[in-house]
């Protein structure tokens, strides 16, 4: 099993910039991609940005050129910077993670975490 817990959301103030962690624990066999989804009041959940274990980074449009992912393999962990943050950036962000739990899957399992609130002050 995966266990995966955010940490860093905070109200701000539009223009200012946040860091989200995402810590990964448990047992698999090999990780696979990984992103950060949000869900703003009253939306869908969106994928905001997703990481290869190969570290290519694919991002949605509205925030691309202001967040970026990485992942630290070593620590389990991955991050989302975010800069320049808009209101339209306000919800919950959740960390997903895609792991092999044994050798012999075919396919990875699909983890959340909790989520942790981001809220942007215009």
């Known amino acids: 099993q995966v266990q995966l817990v955010e940490s860093g959301g905070a109200s701000v103030q539009a223009g200012d910039s946040l860091r989200l962690a995402c810590s990964v624990s448990?047992?698999?066999?090999?990780?696979?991609?990984m992103g950060w989804y949000r869900q703003a009041p009253g939306k869908q959940r969106e994928l905001v940005a997703s990481?290869?274990?190969?570290?290519?980074?694919r991002y949605a449009d509205s925030v691309m050129g202001r967040f970026a992912i990485s992942r630290d393999s070593a620590k389990g962990t991955v991050y989302l910077q975010m800069n320049t943050l808009k209101s339209e950036d306000t919800g919950v962000y959740y960390c997903?993670?895609?792991?092999?739990?044994?050798?012999?899957?075919?396919?990875?399992?699909?983890?959340w975490g909790q989520g942790t609130q981001v809220t942007v002050s215009s």
């Open positions: 448990g047992t698999f066999h090999q990780m696979g991609t």
């Open positions: 997903n993670a895609n792991a092999w739990q044994n050798l012999l899957d075919t396919q990875p399992t699909d983890y």
């Open positions: 990481i290869t274990n190969r570290g290519f980074a």
